[in-house]
């Protein structure tokens, strides 16, 4: 079935599930891995652009849920030894806990002493942050604005360590049973006012307000 209007997370899903699969099925190391085209070809069925896939498996590296592998390899053309290089794509250890939840055996610093395993609902997101599941998606979008803030050229470093806490701040009360409305809605005000001025950014913006809604009241 075609999906033309799907959102970039659909595909990002699609593309981790399908590794995720192929993680689960593949009997060596080597075989977990995917190029390029096999994930296109995977997900053609589905409708998706070229470059709705690229960019969701740059957008998925980036942040961790998949890792990029290089292997070299040698040929001869016309007696001549040639060298390229074929790249390919293996769902990462916070992919897999993302279809898996929580593992024991993930470094969980930040949490030493609690058994994360034990507690229902929750996941763990890149550098070990803890996530209640229903706020996944939020918890995304603030790290898709927190990337932007630092590639900003709009925003003094000073800016950007301030508004980095701020998001912390949030990222951290979604990991609560309770999350604090107050705390989050103090930190997101504080966010949206200094981003106000960077245009570009307003879709972002608009993205997390439907996603925190619920916090600010």
């Known amino acids: 079935m075609k999906n033309e209007i799907a959102s970039p997370d659909q595909v990002r899903e699609d593309v981790l599930k399908y590794l995720y699969d192929r993680y689960k099925k593949s009997r060596s190391v080597k075989k977990q891995a995917a190029s390029i085209s096999e994930i296109k070809k995977a997900l053609k069925p589905k409708g998706y652009k070229e470059q709705d896939i690229t960019g969701a498996i740059s957008f998925l590296i980036d942040r961790g849920w998949i890792k990029e592998i290089r292997e070299k390899i040698k040929f001869f053309i016309k007696g001549k030894l040639t060298e390229s290089e074929k790249i390919k794509y293996r769902i990462s250890d916070v992919g897999v806990t993302h279809f898996e939840g929580p593992s024991k055996f993930i470094s969980q610093d930040r949490f030493s002493g609690i058994n994360i395993t034990n507690i229902q609902g929750v996941t763990v997101v890149g550098n070990n942050n803890v996530v209640r599941t229903e706020y996944l998606n939020l918890f995304n979008a603030l790290e898709e604005i927190g990337d932007c803030i630092r590639s900003s050229d709009k925003l003094s470093d000073n800016e950007k360590m301030d508004l980095q806490n701020d998001l912390e701040t949030i ?12 705390i989050i809605k103090t930190a997101w ?27 600010l009241g």
Do not use: Y
Request: glycine share 2%; aromatic share 2%; charged share 30%.
């Open 171 to 182: 990222k951290n009360q979604l990991g609560k049973s309770v999350p604090n409305k107050t």
């Open 189 to 215: 005000e504080s966010i949206k006012n200094k981003l106000s001025k960077i245009p570009e950014l307003a879709d972002k913006i608009t993205k997390v307000l439907l996603l925190i809604k619920t916090f």
